[in-house]
């Protein structure tokens, strides 16, 4: 202490000081610099704990338990509102709650992972959902890779409304769709005993024709192996458990905007574990930057009519 008061009193050079003190230079000038003797305070300015309030720990034990999502998914779903929360503060408050598990699902598991595709490859799917008004056909459309979803309402399942919806994620999509993935319904091919029979070659299912002049190639999933078409399938049951086996619709309209506000939330917010953290809206401007060939038209200039990716017609 009596050295640095010492060099904060003296009016000598910093050379002349360091030499009888023996210190280096630097040393010396800054104690000359600081007001005070006592050392200085090390470490961040402002404390950043990771512990989490009373409030904030039972926000993320409900968060968890009300949508059972994954650990990452959960962590970048809770980042915005809780910005001092890491994965292994979650992990330990799971933990604490005994839900760090996530339950079983029932039914057969995919034997082997997808395959790796470039953005464009499509899994298709229909599926029935009810208002007060009636039922409606929910179709469906993910893509492997990006995640991006693009979804319809539509009165009636058949090859008009599906070749219908195919056209309208071609439209909206703003890369190539080099492939798409449906199941073997009348809505997409043929009855296998027609497909190959003597006048095949000379009728092409609509949606097949769709494809062609869109030089996208159509996949059908193998009879009795719905894992194939998992993708879609999943992304099937989350709407319908977010959207009417939540809630009850008195109108087409009101599932319609619940649906639209909802595949909006999972396309430009919902990061996703599958994408390291990006949303799919993110992944696709990655993609565009890196492999601008693939694309159409610029996402970025096109935000607007991404959003209709959300849209949910009548």
Same mark, same amino acid.
């Given at each position: 202490? =009596?050295?640095? /008061?010492?060099?904060?009193?003296?009016?000598?050079? !910093?050379?002349?000081? %360091?030499? $009888?003190?023996?210190?280096?230079?630097?040393?010396?000038?800054?104690?000359?610099?600081?007001?005070?003797?006592?050392?200085?305070?090390?470490?961040?300015?402002?404390?950043?704990?990771?512990?989490?309030?009373?409030?904030?720990?039972?926000?993320?034990?409900?968060?968890?338990?009300?949508?059972?999502?994954?650990?990452?998914?959960?962590?970048?779903?809770?980042?915005?509102?809780?910005?001092?929360?890491?994965?292994?503060?979650?992990?330990?408050?799971?933990?604490?709650?005994?839900?760090?598990?996530?339950?079983?699902?029932?039914?057969?598991?995919?034997?082997?992972?997808?395959?790796?595709?470039?953005?464009?490859?499509?899994?298709?799917?229909?599926?029935?959902?009810?208002?007060?008004?009636?039922?409606?056909?929910?179709?469906? =459309?993910?893509? /492997?890779?990006?995640?991006?979803?693009?979804?319809? !309402?539509?009165?009636? %399942?058949? $090859?008009?409304?599906?070749?219908?919806?195919?056209?309208?994620?071609?439209?909206?999509?703003?890369?190539?769709?080099?492939?798409?993935?449906?199941?073997?319904?009348?809505?997409?091919?043929?009855?296998?005993?027609?497909?190959?029979?003597?006048?095949?070659?000379?009728?092409?299912?609509?949606?097949?024709?769709?494809?062609?002049?869109?030089?996208?190639?159509?996949?059908?999933?193998?009879?009795?192996?719905?894992?194939?078409?998992?993708?879609?399938?999943?992304?099937?049951?989350?709407?319908?458990?977010?959207?009417?086996?939540?809630?009850?619709?008195?109108?087409?309209?009101?599932?319609?905007?619940?649906?639209?506000?909802?595949?909006?939330?999972?396309?430009?917010?919902?990061?996703?574990?599958?994408?390291?953290?990006?949303?799919?809206?993110?992944?696709?401007?990655?993609?565009?930057?890196?492999?601008?060939?693939?694309?159409?038209?610029?996402?970025?200039?096109?935000?607007?009519?991404?959003?209709?990716?959300?849209?949910?017609?009548?």
């Amino acid at each position: 202490m =009596a050295v640095r /008061r010492a060099i904060q009193n003296s009016q000598e050079s !910093l050379n002349v000081l %360091a030499k $009888r003190h023996g210190i280096n230079p630097k040393t010396v000038a800054k104690w000359r610099k600081r007001e005070f003797t006592h050392d200085a305070p090390m470490g961040p300015k402002e404390s950043h704990s990771t512990v989490l309030s009373l409030e904030e720990e039972a926000a993320v034990v409900a968060f968890r338990k009300h949508t059972l999502l994954p650990l990452d998914d959960c962590l970048y779903a809770l980042q915005p509102s809780i910005p001092h929360l890491t994965r292994s503060s979650l992990h330990r408050c799971f933990q604490r709650h005994g839900i760090s598990r996530l339950p079983e699902a029932d039914g057969d598991k995919p034997k082997k992972k997808f395959n790796a595709y470039p953005i464009g490859y499509f899994h298709i799917d229909i599926a029935e959902v009810r208002t007060k008004e009636g039922k409606l056909y929910l179709f469906v =459309a993910i893509d /492997r890779t990006s995640k991006f979803v693009f979804v319809q !309402l539509q009165n009636k %399942a058949n $090859r008009n409304t599906a070749t219908a919806f195919l056209k309208a994620v071609i439209e909206t999509v703003p890369y190539k769709i080099h492939t798409i993935l449906t199941d073997n319904g009348i809505q997409f091919t043929f009855p296998a005993r027609y497909r190959n029979g003597p006048t095949a070659q000379y009728v092409t299912h609509m949606f097949d024709r769709c494809c062609q002049i869109n030089g996208i190639e159509h996949r059908l999933t193998k009879p009795n192996h719905p894992w194939t078409n998992g993708q879609v399938e999943r992304m099937n049951r989350t709407i319908k458990d977010a959207t009417v086996k939540r809630y009850y619709y008195d109108s087409h309209d009101q599932l319609k905007a619940h649906l639209h506000r909802f595949v909006m939330a999972y396309n430009f917010a919902k990061r996703l574990k599958a994408l390291k953290g990006l949303t799919p809206y993110e992944y696709i401007c990655k993609i565009w930057k890196n492999e601008p060939d693939r694309f159409i038209f610029d996402p970025f200039q096109h935000t607007v009519g991404l959003n209709n990716l959300g849209h949910a017609s009548i």
